[in-house]
């Protein structure tokens, strides 16, 4: 299982922002975090990404306890294992297109332009790759962030709302990018409150106040696979049961937590 979260809350004072959620995630697997503002998704993100711990309970990725990792290995796992897309582009804006994915080499090991520009060729850039933030649009913005994830060849990638600032032209361009990507058998999780973009994954799940209340299996394969799995370790995360908002609805509606039955 490439990652695995047990029992895992997250608490500030009075409030849990994560609240006794467990989670198996195994390797290739599309999953799509939904739920309110406020409902725990950017915390989970973070804590999966380890820029964040737990309160409570265990984060294990690739086999490994998080909490018995040294901060250098900690550092590791965020440079080999994690690539992270953020609906802010965070784009140094006095670097070129080229340069900001060579900077996130320049905390792998050696930077190498050629590989670099392989990176942006991958988004479809290699053309725009001399160009400063400025002087891209925000869905070539949002494919250099993609670029910059991607250079260190991460098991993981974790998208934080990646289309929340696109047009459906550029979100279209960046779901098809995701879809190359788990094709090629990239671990993707992003949350988003966009229902087309979650219903792209081959799992949903929806979190409110903090709790796991409920999930939906696009890909009835995927599911089944999962339930073997489940079924030889009883350590994974069982399947969770809910009903999802309709999937007919337009590209931008919101999900509403409304239409979910608790799991």
């Known amino acids: 299982m490439l990652l695995h979260l047990d029992h895992v809350s997250k608490i500030y004072g009075d409030l849990h922002a994560l ?8 390797r290739g697997q599309w999953l799509s975090i939904v739920g309110s503002s406020g409902s725990g998704k950017t915390t989970l993100m ?3 990404g380890c820029l964040d711990s737990p309160s409570q309970g265990e984060v294990a990725l690739q086999g490994r306890n998080v909490e018995h990792l040294r901060e250098r290995e900690l550092a590791d796992v965020r440079k080999n294992v994690v690539g992270l897309v953020f609906q802010k582009f965070y784009l140094v804006q006095h670097l070129t297109a080229v340069e900001n994915v060579m900077a996130a080499q320049y905390y ?3 930077v190498d332009e050629k590989q670099a520009m392989e990176a942006l060729r991958q988004v479809g850039l290699e053309d725009r790759a001399h160009h400063l933030p400025s002087q891209l649009s925000g869905g070539e913005q949002q494919r250099v962030c993609i670029a910059r994830a991607l250079i260190n060849c991460p098991e993981i990638i974790l998208a934080d709302e990646p289309t929340g600032n696109l047009d459906e032209a550029n979100e279209q361009i960046v779901l098809d990018l995701f879809k190359n990507l788990h094709e090629q058998g990239t671990t993707i999780i992003v949350v988003t409150h966009d229902s087309t973009v979650a219903g792209q994954a081959q799992r949903e799940i929806m979190l409110n106040h ?3 209340v409920g999930e939906k299996w696009n890909d009835q394969e995927a599911r089944e696979r999962f339930e073997e799995l489940v079924q030889s370790d009883d350590s994974i995360a069982p399947v969770h049961e809910a009903e ?3 999937p007919t ?3 931008k509606d919101t999900i509403d937590s409304s239409n979910f039955e608790q799991a």
């Open 210 to 212: 903090g709790k796991l």
């Open 19 to 26: 609240d006794d959620v467990s989670l198996s995630v195994p």
């Open 108 to 110: 792998h090991s050696v």
């Open 244 to 246: 999802f908002a309709d």
């Open 46 to 48: 973070n804590i999966i």
């Open 249 to 251: 609805k337009s590209a």
